[in-house]
C-alpha cells in the first residue's frame, strides 16, 4: 500500500484546497517579480468552517519562504466596536519598532490623529 502525502507546498489541513493555494502562489510569484512594487494586498473571505485560517497560515508560510513580510490582521463581529482594530493590528507593530521622532515625520500633519488611533502615542487635548 502506497501512503498519499500533500506536497511539502501544502499542509495536511488544506486538503482540497488547490486550487486556492495555487491562486495564492501565482499572487505571490506576481508580488515578488515586480522589485518596485511597495506591496499588495491578499483577502480571503468566505463563511465561518470553510478553512480561511489554515489557508491564511499556508499563504504567511509561502510568503516568508519567498522572502516578503507579511503583516496581518483578523477581524470579526465581536471586534467590530472596537475603533480602528484591523488598522492597528497591521500597522501597530511596524510603527512601534519605529523611535517617536520616526513615528512624528512618518505620520506627518497627521501624528496628533493618527498616532492615538493607532495606539502609538496617548491621545491630545482635543
Known amino acids: 500500500m502506497t501512503e498519499v502525502r500533500p506536497t511539502s507546498a501544502v499542509s495536511a489541513s488544506l486538503w482540497e484546497r488547490d486550487k ?3 491562486d495564492v502562489e501565482r499572487a505571490l ?3 515578488c517579480a515586480d522589485e518596485s512594487s511597495s506591496g499588495s494586498l491578499l483577502v480571503i473571505r468566505g463563511e465561518a468552517g470553510l478553512g480561511k485560517t489554515a489557508l491564511l497560515a499556508q499563504t504567511r508560510r509561502l510568503a516568508e519562504a519567498r522572502g516578503c513580510t507579511v503583516w496581518s490582521a483578523r477581524g470579526g463581529e465581536t471586534l467590530s466596536s472596537v475603533p480602528f482594530n484591523v488598522v492597528r493590528q497591521l500597522l501597530q507593530p511596524a510603527l512601534l519598532s519605529l523611535m517617536p521622532e520616526e513615528a512624528r515625520e512618518y505620520l506627518g500633519d497627521w501624528y496628533d490623529i493618527a498616532g492615538p488611533a493607532l495606539g502609538i502615542t ?3 487635548e482635543r
Open 29 to 31: 510569484d506576481a508580488l
Open 122 to 124: 496617548e491621545p491630545g
Open 20 to 22: 486556492e493555494v495555487a
